[in-house]
C-alpha cells in the first residue's frame, strides 16, 4: 500500500468526521456547553471572592475540559459502529491506525479546539491572572489532543457494549490523571510566576507518546470490539 | 494428506479448511471445507440462527473460527491481508451507510477506503441502480432499499473478485433484486466470485452454483 493513498484515505476520513459532525451540530454543541455551564457555576457556589477563585481557576478549568472530553468520546464510534461502517473501516486496504488517526483528529478538531478558544474567557470569569492565560492555552493545545487519542482507546474497547459509559470512565479517567496533573500544576505555577517548560515538555512527550501509540491500540481495540 | 493440503493451499481462489464455529456451548457449524474459484458463486442456506452471518464475517477475517482457517491464493487471510481486503467487498446487514451523507459522498467515501479509481462516473452508478435525482439528498431521507442499492452500487464500482453479501435481496423491491440478482450473475460469468447468504434462487448455469446448507 502506497503512502499517498493511505494519505488519502486519512484525508477522506477526517473530512468525512468533520462533514458529519457539522451535519449533526447539536451533538457537538452538549460538551462545549457542559464545559461553559459547569465553570461558571463555581462563582455561584463557591464564593464570588476573586481571590478563592484564582487559586480554584487551573484545576477547575482543566477538570471540566476533561469532563467535557470524556462526554463527547462515546459519539467517535457509535454511530459507526451502528450503521456498519465500522466494518467497512476495518476491511479497508488501509492501515486501520490510520484511519483511526483520522477520526481521532476530526473529535479533537471538533471538541478540543472549540474548548481552547473557549478557555480564555472562561479563564477570565474565574479571576485567572493574564499572565497565566498563555499557560492554560499551551497546556490545553498540548493536553487536548492526548485526552482524544487515549479515549479513543477506551470507546473503542467498550464501543460493542450497550452501556458502556461508566466503564469508559473508569478504563479512561486513570489514564487522564498525568495530564491533568501536569496541566493544572503548569497553570498554577504560571500564576504564581514560576518556570512552566518541565511541565509543558512532559505533556509534549506524553503528547509524542500517545500519537505513535494509540492509534495502533485503537485499532486492535476495535477488531476485539467487532468480533 | 500432508502432500494433498500443500496442493490446495496453492490454488487460487478462496478455500476453507475445517472451520468450527462455537457460540457459548453451542456448535453453529463444525469440520467445513469448501473452495471457491473465479466464475463461481456460493450460497449459504439454513435457518435464522444457523450461523449465516458468522460465517460470512469469518470469511472476510471480522470474526475469528474457533477452529479451522481460510486461504485466499493459498495464503491464511491474516498474512494475506492487504491482498485479500483489495479483492474483496462484503455487505452486511448494516451496509455502512451514512445517513447523514449523500449517496455521492458515501460513494466516495467507499472509494477512497477500497482504493480504487472508479472506472464510470459515480453518477452513472447511482443512476445504474436506479437513484437518478437521489444524489445530492442525504441517505437519512432515503428509504431502507434504496440505502441498500446505494451499499451495491459500492460493488459495480469496486474492481473487487469476491463479493460476499448478507442478504442483498432484504428490503429491495422485485424490480431491484431482479436487477441485482443480474448483477450478480453478470459478476460471476465474467470469472468474479460471489458469496452470498439468502433464500433467492439464483438463476446461474449448473456447476457455477456451489450451495451449502447449514443446519443446527
Redesign the interface.
Known amino acids: 500500500?502506497s503512502e499517498a493513498?493511505s494519505y488519502?484515505?486519512f484525508y477522506?476520513?477526517l473530512k468525512?468526521d468533520l462533514?458529519?459532525a457539522f451535519?449533526?451540530r447539536t451533538e457537538m454543541v452538549n460538551p462545549l456547553l457542559f464545559f461553559i455551564i459547569v465553570i461558571s457555576l463555581f462563582p455561584l457556589a463557591v464564593s464570588p471572592d476573586p481571590k478563592v477563585l484564582q487559586s480554584l481557576a487551573p484545576g477547575v478549568i482543566w477538570v471540566a475540559a476533561l469532563l467535557a472530553t470524556l462526554l463527547s468520546l462515546d459519539s467517535m464510534f457509535r454511530?459507526d459502529f451502528?450503521?456498519?461502517?465500522l466494518?467497512?473501516?476495518?476491511?479497508?486496504?488501509?492501515p486501520v491506525s490510520v484511519?483511526v488517526l483520522g477520526k481521532v483528529l476530526a473529535h479533537w478538531l471538533v471538541t478540543g479546539i472549540p474548548l481552547l478558544i473557549l478557555a480564555p474567557l472562561l479563564a477570565v470569569l474565574m479571576h485567572m491572572p493574564s499572565d497565566s492565560i498563555p499557560a492554560l492555552m499551551a497546556t490545553l493545545a498540548l493536553g487536548g489532543p492526548i485526552l482524544s487519542l487515549v479515549g479513543a482507546i477506551g470507546v473503542a474497547l467498550t464501543v460493542g457494549l450497550r452501556r458502556g459509559g461508566v466503564l469508559l470512565s473508569l478504563l479512561i479517567l486513570p489514564l487522564y490523571i498525568p495530564v491533568l496533573i501536569f496541566a493544572a500544576n503548569a497553570v498554577s505555577n504560571a500564576a504564581a510566576g514560576l518556570a512552566i517548560a518541565g511541565q509543558l515538555y512532559f505533556l509534549g512527550a506524553l503528547l509524542a507518546l500517545a500519537l505513535t501509540l494509540t492509534p495502533v491500540a485503537t485499532a486492535a481495540a476495535l477488531r476485539i470490539s467487532?468480533? | 494428506m500432508p502432500q494433498s493440503n500443500l496442493s490446495n493451499n496453492h490454488t487460487s481462489g478462496l478455500t476453507v479448511k475445517g472451520l468450527t464455529c462455537r457460540r457459548d456451548d453451542r456448535i453453529l457449524f463444525k469440520g467445513l471445507d469448501f473452495s471457491l474459484e473465479a466464475g463461481q458463486a456460493l450460497q449459504i442456506e439454513g435457518p435464522n440462527g444457523s450461523g449465516k452471518t458468522t460465517i460470512l464475517r469469518i470469511l472476510c477475517g471480522l470474526t475469528l473460527p474457533t477452529e479451522g482457517e481460510v486461504f485466499w491464493n493459498g495464503l491464511p487471510i491474516e498474512d494475506n491481508r492487504v491482498e485479500y481486503m483489495a479483492a474483496m467487498d462484503f455487505i452486511g446487514h448494516a451496509h455502512g451507510i451514512k445517513s447523514e451523507l449523500t449517496p455521492l459522498e458515501n460513494l466516495q467515501v467507499a472509494m477512497a477506503m477500497a482504493n480504487t479509481r472508479p472506472n464510470q462516473s459515480l453518477e452513472g452508478v447511482l443512476e445504474q441502480v436506479g437513484l437518478r435525482g437521489f444524489e445530492d439528498v442525504p441517505a437519512i431521507t432515503l428509504s431502507a432499499g434504496q440505502c441498500r442499492r446505494v451499499a451495491l452500487g459500492r460493488l459495480l464500482l469496486s474492481k473487487s473478485l469476491l463479493w460476499i453479501l448478507d442478504e442483498p435481496f432484504t428490503a429491495l423491491d422485485v424490480q431491484g433484486q431482479a436487477q441485482i440478482e443480474s448483477m450478480l450473475v453478470n459478476h460471476v460469468e465474467q470469472g468474479g466470485m460471489v458469496i452470498l447468504t439468502s433464500h433467492h434462487p439464483l438463476a446461474l448455469k449448473d456447476g457455477m452454483l456451489k450451495t451449502i446448507n447449514l443446519r443446527p
Open positions: 500500500m493513498s488519502n484515505a477522506t476520513i468525512r462533514i458529519l451535519r449533526t454511530s451502528d450503521d456498519g461502517a466494518e467497512q473501516m476495518l476491511l479497508s486496504v488501509h484511519l467487532l468480533r
